[in-house]
T-cell receptor, first 116, second 111 residues
């Protein structure tokens, strides 16, 4: 099956700094990628839809200036958490839908962000 | 907006017992997908249901899609310790173009 990678797998940063997370589709092209946030023992909350070559679509309540998304190529989307605060600590997961009509999503392994 | 509710939130069973999780959508769905997330891992696609009343089986797992395409269930027969994890349903509505995940059901299996 299709593989999606994420980097880094975990990161610890200080409050006020910015962190960039990369999501790559390794063996297929993805014009669309999704970014989710997951708190412990909770569901996946869709943050935004990343669109190759155009602006991302953010879900209601997600600050676009805080969570910057760039989808510069058909295999790479990045999420930058700007001026991170402890409340941004979470598990961030990206996914890319299959190229077929099924919309099956291939998830990356996730990035654990801890802001101190 | 669209809401997808899943129950129960947690289920503890003895190995060998059956397990069922239910998913209900506030709107009619184009399809519904099921994912499994092992502890510490990421969601992995299990199956997709598209047709009204559809039933699909994968070994001990049985997936159903309701006639009205607003609810779905996942049933595991004779659970094993390898079934441990959180099971999510994800409903897709065509006009939304994206899936909405349920809250998940976390299954623990006592050997």
């Amino acid at each position: 099956g299709a593989v999606v990678s994420q980097h880094p797998s975990w990161v610890i940063c200080k409050s006020g700094t910015s962190v960039k997370i990369e999501c790559r589709s390794l063996d297929f092209q993805a014009t669309t990628m999704f970014w989710y946030r997951q708190f412990p023992k909770q569901s996946l909350m869709l943050m935004a839809t990343s669109n190759e070559g155009s602006k991302a679509t953010y879900e209601q309540g997600v600050e676009k200036d805080k969570f910057l998304i760039n989808h510069a190529s058909l295999t790479l989307s990045t999420l930058t958490v700007t001026s991170a605060h402890p409340e941004d600590s979470s598990f961030y997961i990206c996914s890319a839908p299959s190229s077929g009509a099924s919309y099956e999503q291939y998830f990356g392994p996730g990035t654990r962000l801890t802001v101190t | 907006g669209q809401q997808v509710m899943q129950i129960p939130q947690y289920q503890h069973v003895q190995e060998g017992e059956d397990f069922t999780t239910y998913c209900n959508s506030s709107t009619t769905l184009s399809n519904i997908q099921w994912y499994k997330q092992r502890p510490g891992g990421h969601p992995v696609f299990l199956i997709q249901l598209v047709k009204s009343g559809e039933v699909k089986k994968q070994k001990r797992l049985t997936f159903q899609f309701g006639e009205a395409k607003k609810n779905s269930s996942l049933h595991i027969t004779a659970t094993q310790t390898t079934d441990v994890g959180t099971y999510f349903c994800a409903g897709l509505t065509t006009n939304a173009g994206k899936s909405t995940f349920g809250d998940g059901t976390t299954l623990t299996v006592k050997p």
